[in-house]
């Protein structure tokens, strides 16, 4: 199984937009932000969100050039509080401030299309455990590579992936974005609209969706100003809220950045680079939905562990699943870590 396949399984209860809906996104961001267009192509990159949020602003995933590691403790669920307070708000705000200034303060990378990136991901599920894997990608994405039975199997393509698409697109569609949180969360609205969408969402949430997506991406290497500003605007949202040694999974505990008590962002507490997301239980939904055909209604039933649709709800504030990458690292070939 690869890392896109889990990441479906994990997140199967997101809406899918229709096609009409993509295409003008894709649209709508590259004229905002000046990206090309380009072809996409259908095989497994880098990791990805399966949602498309916000009519196409969900880009690629891409990942840093330095190891990144998560201290644990022995706390089994992470928990998350009611709305928060303004003392809350006010520690997010210097959280957030604080992440900005570092990431600020470190030169901005340079990439090569020759360049590899290599990394190691982690995808959790209630109940089910954590499933581990490993991949390596080359910037330009013109090939990609993972263990297939204990054996490195390289995959050369005669195209590259769409700029969002690569390690070396995704830096510069973001070295693109507006350097000044205002600015940056303006472009946000406008692309979300006034009115809440699809469950009602309103244009902050689309926002900290979009921001969670592009901040996802901006490991791989975004120009320290971009990072820090997306750190600045996510700071501006209304109710956001910060919880430190918040416990994504068993034994892994990060800094989580919530908007909703549903969704976190998850940043490393030394580097503050995101590592990853969870999805927490409000208390009422179920852990995964309900099968849409009776095709897949076969399949959660031989596994009902794996696919607990008809499972009560868990307790408000348990994770429900999480998705990080531990390790992360820009190589010079297939194969090295």
Known sequence: MNDLDLVREMRADAPEPSAGQLAA???????????????????PALIRRPAIIAGGLALAAAATAVVVTVG???????HVGPRPSSIQLAAATEVLNKAARTVEARPAPKFEPHQWLYYRFTAYQHAAGG?????????DGMQDASMVGGKLVVTRHSTAESAEGTPLG???????LPTDPHALLATLYAKVGSEPRGGGQSKQELAFENIQQLLWNSPAGAPPRVQGTLYRALAQ??????????????????????????SAILLDPTSYQMIGWASVSDGHRPPAPKPSNAAEARQMAHDPKKYPWNSPALPAGTVINS?????????SAPGRR
């Open 72 to 78: 644990g403790s022995g706390r089994q669920e992470g």
């Open 25 to 43: 996104g894709r649209d709508r961001l590259r004229s905002a932000f000046g990206s090309p267009a380009a072809s996409a192509r259908s095989r």
């Open 323 to 331: 998705f990080y990458r531990d390790h992360v690292a820009v190589v």
């Open 131 to 139: 499933e581990t894997d490993q991949s390596w990608i080359r910037m």
């Open 237 to 262: 949202l209304p109710g956001i809220q910060v919880k430190r040694d918040f416990q994504y999974a068993p034994r892994r505990t990060a800094i989580a950045v919530f908007h909703l008590p549903t």
């Open 170 to 176: 995704a830096y510069r569609l973001l070295a693109s």
